[in-house]
């Protein structure tokens, strides 16, 4: 078959069915009688409706009604009309796929709107293929807005839930996208946590209190927010047979660390905001089972141009310095930090979204990459370079105690994700923002997360 979707017997049970239906990377399964004859589809959200309204999931899926029972025939696909009819049909009730049926109910091939549409020259425009719906929480941030940007590129669908602690502008380009719906919201409030999962294939949590300082000066919302909410969203996807579930976590967990750190390193954490998410990964994946299958992803510190850009990551801040300052400040310097690319992250969430589920889930990831581990006194040199001989400026007193250098093979092994970003082009694209003014004044406190307080725009 063309199309990998998943073919089950009627008697197959709900959470099964949800279980084999997320694993295809489809949202709808075929469904046949116990002789293999075809009866009709069904989609995962309808089996999760049904779980929420209590039904039990050891129930079998033939006891309920299905989504439809259209399907193709050799005589409807050499008919130029009744196929015009089928895809007005297939478009009136969202349904991307038929199968084509021989006339002893066997499935034949399954075929796309599209390939349909081919096959008598039919305008393509209502013929768009199925799209997973992926919830961001914290899609306006400076990962979300950029991964919101990619997810809908790569045709899926994107609801952000985001309270806007730093504005939503970030979004401005995106809003009139018909796959995306922006509702603004706090995770913490438990209602906009549960209604914010209607008809959700997957999940990634970003929104937090991120960063050191941001936690040190807010404590009780970075416990509310990364720990409380974080736990309440996990167990409220849990209960909608949400499967996928990936988890922002941070390499800031590591702490200090000698060696190369692999995800089974002892985590060692100094701030308040690595404890928050050592404890949330902790949680999320202790939920974990054959049916809530979550994934950590401990992401490098992250640099590059974002519509929500920040200035208070090193990358950025010295490319930034050296753009209004002519020169780059080292505190310290020795210290150990994997980089990772923003976009490059972003990549990452869209395969793990992609994978198959048993590949990515109930695992932990480091997210980087072994040739992107820096000391930050080369980081420095690196940017200074490239953005023409910028001199650096070296202070011994180091205002940052984590020093760690993190192994990332898990991952390239799982999903085969390469770097694309350097840090040098990064620097380069950032230093051109602010020439040209792109980013106006990257000093308003907007754009570092220990001011979120008093965001202007
Ligand atoms: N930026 C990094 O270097 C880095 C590195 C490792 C891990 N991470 C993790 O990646 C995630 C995203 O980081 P970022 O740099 O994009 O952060 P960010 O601060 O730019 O974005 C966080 C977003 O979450 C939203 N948010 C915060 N609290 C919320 C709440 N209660 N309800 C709804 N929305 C809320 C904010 O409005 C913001 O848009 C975080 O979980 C962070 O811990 C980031």
């Not at 779980?51 to 005589?75: A, C, M, Q």
């Not at 922002?248 to 995800?263: H, P, Q, R």
């Not at 519509?307 to 090193?314: Q, S, T």
């Amino acid at each position: 078959m063309k199309y990998p979707i998943e073919c089950l017997d009627r008697r197959t049970s709900v959470q099964k069915a949800i279980q084999l239906i997320e694993r295809s990377t489809f949202d709808i399964a075929l469904v046949l009688d116990e002789k293999g004859s075809y009866l009709g589809g069904v989609a995962m959200s309808d089996l999760r409706r049904l779980l929420i309204s209590g039904v039990r999931g050891e129930d079998e899926i033939g006891n309920y009604p299905l989504k439809h029972e259209y399907r193709l025939t050799e005589k409807i696909l050499g008919d130029r009309r009744m196929a015009n009819r089928m895809l007005s049909d297939m478009e009136l009730v969202g349904v991307h796929f038929l199968p084509v049926v021989a006339p002893d109910g066997s499935i034949r091939d399954i075929l796309s709107a599209d390939d349909i549409g081919r096959l008598h020259g039919f305008s393509n425009s209502r013929t768009a293929g199925p799209a997973r719906r992926v919830l961001v929480v914290g899609g306006a941030g400076y990962l979300g807005s950029v991964l919101t940007q990619r997810l809908l590129r790569c045709g899926f669908r994107v609801r952000i839930l985001d309270s806007f602690l730093y504005g939503r502008r970030s979004l401005d380009t995106l809003a009139g996208d018909e796959n995306l719906e922006i509702v603004e919201g706090d995770l913490r409030n438990i209602h906009t946590c549960v209604n914010s999962l209607a008809d959700i294939d997957a999940v990634t949590l970003l929104a937090a209190i991120v960063g050191d300082p941001a936690s040190k000066i807010r404590p009780t919302e970075t416990i509310e927010t990364n720990v409380l909410a974080a736990q309440a969203l996990a167990s409220a996807c849990k209960l909608h047979h949400i499967n996928r579930f990936l988890y922002a976590s941070t390499c800031s967990v590591y702490g200090v660390g000698g060696n190369l750190l692999d995800e089974d390193a002892p985590l060692n954490p100094v701030s308040l905001y690595a404890r928050t998410k050592i404890e949330s990964e902790k949680i999320i994946l202790g939920m974990g089972d054959d049916y809530f299958s979550p994934t950590i992803l401990r992401m490098g510190t992250l640099y590059g141009f974002s519509p929500r850009m920040r200035f208070d990551l090193v990358v950025n801040t010295m490319s930034m310095k050296s753009f209004l300052d002519r020169r780059i400040q080292v505190f310290g310097g020795k210290q150990w930090r994997p980089l990772l690319g923003v976009e490059d992250a972003a990549d990452v969430y869209i395969r793990c979204l992609e994978a198959n589920l048993e590949e990515v889930g109930n695992r932990v990831f480091n997210v980087g990459s072994d040739d992107q581990n820096y000391r930050i006194d080369d980081v420095a040199e690196i940017i200074g370079r490239s953005l023409g001989n910028i001199p650096i400026l070296r202070d011994h007193s180091n205002l940052d105690a984590r020093n760690y250098r993190v192994c990332f093979a898990r991952l390239a092994q799982a999903v085969g994700f390469q770097p694309q970003q350097t840090i040098q082009r990064a620097a380069q694209e950032i230093f051109e923002k602010l020439n040209s003014g792109v980013v106006r004044n990257p000093t308003q406190k907007i754009y570092y997360n220990h001011y979120f307080d008093s965001a202007e725009e």
